[in-house]
Structure formats: C-alpha cells, structure tokens
C-alpha cells in the first residue's frame, strides 16, 4: 500500500489543492494527515472541508484543538495566538465540532501516526534533536512513527546510519517528519509532504511548488499577521 502522508497545512487551501494533484498522480492507496489542518492561514473552513473529503484519517493537531478551545494558547507564541484566536472566529462550529473528535495518534497499516511526538502526544512536545528522537523511539512499537509539528522534513533512525538513506530498514526503527504543506520552515518555499511505500518498504518526501502568491494575498486581506504571510515566500 502506498500512503501519502501530509502534515501542517495550516488553511493554505492553494497548497493543499497543489499537494493533492500531485497525490492523485503518484498512484497514492490512502492518505493520512499529521494534523494542524487550521491556523495561520485564510481558508481553515475549505481545507478542513477538502482533506476531510479525501482521507478519514485525520490526527488532531494544536492548532486544531485551539480552534476549538482558546484555553489551549499557553503554549502558543504572539503571532500564533493572533493567528489562533482568527481561526477560532472563523471556524464554523460544525468544523470545531469534526477537529474536537480527532484522535491524537493513529496506527495505519502498522505504521503510527501523531502530530508531535508519541511520547504524550497531546502536550505538544517537538521533535527537533537526533536526542528527542531516541527519547522518543521508547514511546512506540511500530518500526516507523510519522510526526509534523515543527515543519521541517527529516528523518531520524534509532541506530544513526552514515549515508542519506532512501530503501527503510525494518530492523532499524525510525521517526520520519514529513514536514509542512501550508507553511515550510526549512528555508524552502515549497509545499512537503511524504510517501511510505509498505510493500516495498520506501519512504520518499515530496517538494512541489504552488501558488504562494494567492496564499499570501489572502492573508494580508483577511488582517492576519503580516509576517505570517511574508513568512511563506522563504519557507521560514
Ligand atoms: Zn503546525
């Protein structure tokens, strides 16, 4: 089974709709979303309508869960908090509704499945260090956990390998960000996403370019923090 697996998107609907193309190209049997489908950008209603019409598989983020409960900001950063208290005036109460019933982790084809890290995943801890990741590898049994949340693409093996690796290894466990369709943090525009192959045991991360000019229009128009807006044009 090949499962595309898309985190962070972050109510960039021009991205999401750019991601899903390619998606629908690569012969993709399902699709899994790492959550924070809301927050930050314009369109939390369209994204959370667009993907909830394409997977069932949809793990709770925590943007998503202050959509919902504004209680839940300490965590948050200014920008983050302007950005949250926006989509929570902007999210219908049927969409709060579906966010509220989403599961913090997820087994898929015996792959595992959260926002932040599987060790407590709802205090939203990252996954950042070669040293999270291994305090994390305990949390889990399954030979490979999926995480977004700090949206950068990554890949951390429990037993560390020298080479770049492209076929997984079984017998080596790993934790694999997938990084962020709506608002990439590596210093690359482009919309990330994944692809775990389960037969043939391969994961490839996905960069694609979209209309980011649409997606930063918007935020400027709906009064959104500027910087949230400019921040997509350098993937920062
Ligand atoms: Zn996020």
Known sequence: MRIAVVSDIHANIEALRAALRIIDDKRVDRIVCLGDVVGYGANPNECLALICQRTPFIVLGN??????????????????RVAAQWTHAHTTKENQDILRGLALAM???????????PCRPGEWNYIITREDAQHNFGSFDQAVCFVGHSHVPEIFLQKPAQAKISKLDRTNRCIINVGSIGQPRDGDWRLSFGILDTEEWTYENVRAEYDVRSAYRKI?????????????????
Do not use: M, Q, T, W
């Not at 087994?107 to 890290?117: I, P, R, Y």
């Not at 400027?220 to 920062?236: D, N, Q, S, T, Y």
């Open 107 to 117: 087994d898929v084809e015996g792959a595992l499945f959260v926002h932040g890290s």
């Open 63 to 80: 943007h998503d869960e202050a959509a919902f409960d504004l209680s839940r900001l300490h965590h948050f950063n200014p920008h983050a």
């Open 220 to 236: 400027l128009e709906a009064g959104l923090p500027r910087i949230l807006a400019e921040r997509l044009l350098v993937g920062k």
